[in-house]
DNA sequence: TAGTGGTCTAGACCACTAT
DNA sequence: TAGTGGTCTAGACCACTAG
């Protein structure tokens, strides 16, 4: 909708009503005026089915609310479902600082499981990058991460980030569809040493596959203290 | 958009051409294409405009795409987020039978966490229900649900229904978002014995605030079997 | 009664795609 | 070159809301 078709200089007349409406109600309370379709008309000298578009589009996407008969008013903002985080900003939502030791990270060759999550094929090369993840100083989660190495080329190379899902972001792949699993089990041998914890104790895992369109930009593990973690999630929408 | 503004027999001619290539497209493979609009404007002898409004639903729905030069085609189903269930059908998702045991059912007046939860205030009116949850005749689940009595008349007369998402259904009161929060913990002896599980073994908890539109209609805090129960969630849409 | 949004017309020119 | 969707015009009548 908003691809430039008319290369030229000038800006399409309904983007421009749009633009103007949309700077005079955000920040408005819900229920406040927004101008109506005629007065719009008359500010900028253009046909009502033009304004109609632009309205729309604010109607589409959430903003306005027209009622019949009455006019068009900024409507109470949607609720929205969970976004996509990764750990740096699940734990920047809970007031703590993420930190990252980082265990393990190589070229590996996909084996049958990791290649079939990926959409690649077995024995392609993929990213493994294990951390130990820590919150405000303490052992809070150990993650095996598995990235497509083709869609993140010299990943490994440039240094690696605090945050992969910055990573993506900087690279336009930022995730826009999870399917996460979540179980309850007890802690190997292995995880309580790096996670603080007795063996077989408590442990939330939580296993991600991650996409970017159509495109699967992360397969994850993950295994969390149960004692410092909860996992919140938002589901639905208006 | 839908509401009766032409009471009289006629139906408006933008929903009747999008009804018509509705039942065009539907089960056409993402591709397909769809009539032309100029096609339609032949077909139904409409205005151009017209045609438009009624390709612009389907294309806001999801069901087509347009592209510019081409034509409108088939669009491919959009992924959308899990849908809120409870506990019946997502046992039937995996396949499996969810049977209930009424272990508590009956009104409370409600404690300050409730109240909140509720949207209510404290001593106001709730009901209680305590089951043991059962698939393919194996325990599974201990919930125990709080209601909030006003929005279920007669409820707890009525005799109770198998899932209560059904007799959500039937009130007009389907939750449409959740707030749901999960974790790992130990059984702790009671819950144990209910599952048959060893006091102090892994469960999943899972916390529920469910509402249909601006009503709260579901508190709930159940403890799963971590042996036999996994969660999934859907994150994102496209 | 005046104003609002909802519907609808009968055209027009544009940029883009495919042949 | 023919066809497609994208933009835009200058009106019209309707049902509904509010003063």
Redesign the pocket.
């Known amino acids: ?2 691809k ?5 200089g ?1 800006t ?4 421009q009503v749009r633009e103007y409406v949309r700077s005079l109600v955000t920040g408005s309370a819900p229920g406040s005026p ?6 719009l008309v008359h500010q900028f ?6 304004v ?2 632009a ?1 729309d589009a604010l109607v589409v996407e959430g903003l306005l609310e ?7 008013f900024v409507a109470r903002p949607r609720r929205a479902a969970s976004r996509i985080v990764g750990f740096t900003e699940e734990m920047a939502r809970r007031g703590l600082l993420a930190e990252s030791v980082t265990l393990l990270a190589r070229r590996e060759q996909a084996g049958p499981g990791v290649a079939r999550a990926l959409n690649l094929t077995e024995g392609d090369a993929v990213i493994h990058w294990r951390r130990l993840r820590r919150a405000d100083g303490q052992p809070m989660c150990l993650e095996d991460a598995y990235l497509n190495e083709v869609l993140l080329p010299g990943f490994l190379q440039s240094g690696m980030p605090t945050s992969l899902y910055d990573a993506f972001e900087a690279r336009g792949l930022r995730p826009t569809w999870a399917e996460d699993s979540i179980s309850a089990d007890q802690a190997s041998a292995e995880e309580a040493q790096h996670l603080e914890v007795e063996t077989g104790g408590p442990v939330l895992r939580h296993s991600r596959r991650a996409l970017s369109g159509e495109k699967v930009v992360e397969v994850s593990r993950s295994v969390y203290r149960s004692d410092r973690f909860t996992l919140w999630v938002q589901l639905g929408s208006d």
């Open positions: 909708m908003d430039l078709l008319v290369p030229d000038r399409l007349k309904h983007v927004a101008p109506s379709e005629r007065e000298g253009v046909a009502r089915m033009t109609r578009q309205m027209r009622i019949p008969g009455r006019g068009t």
